[in-house]
C-alpha cells in the first residue's frame, strides 16, 4: 500500500532542485514540499474542523479520490493547511522533514487502521481515502515540478528500489 511513498516519493524529492520552476503556479520548490508536509500532518490530527461540502456531496468526491483522475490546477489550499505550524527550514531539512512525516503516517496508519480525520474539502476520511488523496496531491505537484508525468494510474505501484529510510 505504501510503496508509492517509500519509493516513488524519495526518488523524486532527490531529483528536486532548490530552483526548479513550477509549470505552473506560484509555489516555490521548497513551498511545495513544506505544503505536502502539512497536508500529511493534517491527516494525522483528528480534531474538529468545519466540512464546507454537504453531505449528499462526498460520495462524488470520494469517488474522485479513489479513481484515476488527476487533480486540477490552480485549486486553493484549504486555509486549515496554513493553520499547520511548520518550522521554516532550509530545501534539504524540508525534504527531510517531509519524509519522516510519511513515516508517522505510515506507523500511525498501521498501528491505527480504523482511524479517520477530517478533511474540509473531502469530509471525515479514513485511511484508504487520506492515503488515496495523499498519493494523488503528491502526483499533481510532482507533475507540477516535472517529476512525474501526468495521468498515471494511482493504483500502480512502483518497483520497490528505494526506500524512505534510504533518503534520510
Known amino acids: 500500500m505504501y510503496d508509492f511513498f517509500n519509493s516513488a516519493v524519495p526518488d523524486a524529492l532527490r531529483r528536486l532542485r532548490p530552483d526548479a520552476t513550477p509549470r ?36 462524488r468526491y470520494w469517488a474522485f479520490l479513489r479513481s484515476d483522475k488527476p487533480m486540477a490546477r490552480h485549486l486553493r489550499s484549504p486555509q486549515e493547511f496554513y493553520d499547520i505550524a511548520i518550522q521554516e527550514v532550509g530545501f534539504d531539512e524540508a525534504r527531510i522533514r517531509l519524509l519522516r512525516t510519511l513515516i508517522d503516517m505510515q506507523l500511525l496508519y498501521t498501528k491505527k487502521p480504523d482511524f479517520s480525520s477530517i478533511h474540509p474539502d473531502f469530509g471525515r476520511l479514513d485511511v484508504a481515502l487520506w492515503t488515496a488523496l495523499h498519493m494523488k496531491h503528491f502526483r499533481h505537484h510532482f507533475e507540477q515540478f516535472g517529476l512525474m508525468g501526468g495521468g498515471v494510474n494511482p493504483s500502480e505501484e512502483s518497483d520497490g528500489r528505494k526506500s524512505v529510510s534510504s533518503f534520510l
Open 24 to 59: 505552473w503556479g506560484i509555489l516555490s520548490a521548497t513551498d511545495m514540499v513544506d505544503h505536502l508536509t502539512r497536508a500529511i500532518r493534517m491527516s494525522l490530527i483528528d480534531e474538529p474542523r468545519e466540512i464546507r461540502i454537504s453531505e449528499d456531496k462526498r460520495e
